[in-house]
């Protein structure tokens, strides 16, 4: 159950993926792959149990690149308080942001246990041009969007 509420929310994180990869394939494309890679580390634990430090090091080495954290980090403290910060304590408060989604999130990926995931066709906004992939968790028993 958590590990579903998980990639419910994994989902749009993975949404604020950095315009490079969105030139090179579409925003649904890199959804699905970068969910995928996840899942392969998931599905190759030893102890599916727990998350080990090499577990979690192979979800940092899928994601790398493909989060911007200090714009999140941004949108999380907002754009004024943002701006009043020196650039020092913006890239402290993104690493720590950073940290703090990994172990939150790599915990409650802790519980997946082989649910399926699909998308549906990213859709524009038309007033900021950014893409929205939908998604569904798939359970034995249940769908979460």
Do not use: H
């Not at 604020?16 to 190759?44: G, Y």
């Not at 754009?79 to 009043?84: H, P, Q, V």
């Amino acid at each position: 159950m958590k590990s579903l509420k998980l990639f419910a929310c994994i989902i749009p994180f993975l949404l604020m993926a950095t315009q490079a990869f969105a030139e090179e394939t579409s925003p649904k494309q890199v959804v699905e792959s970068t969910v995928q890679s996840i899942i392969d580390v998931l599905e190759e634990r030893t102890n599916k149990e727990v998350m080990t430090e090499n577990d979690r090091e192979g979800i940092r080495k899928v994601v790398v690149g493909k989060f911007d954290y200090k714009d999140m980090s941004r949108r999380v403290v907002g754009s004024k308080l943002w701006r009043e910060m020196s650039d020092k304590k913006q890239s402290e408060f993104a690493d720590v942001f950073r940290q703090m989604l990994e172990y939150s999130y790599g915990n409650q990926l802790a519980g997946y246990n082989g649910q399926k995931v699909v998308f549906d066709d990213a859709a524009f906004s038309k007033r900021t041009g950014n893409a929205q992939v939908k998604g569904e968790v798939i359970d034995v028993d249940k769908t979460i969007p």
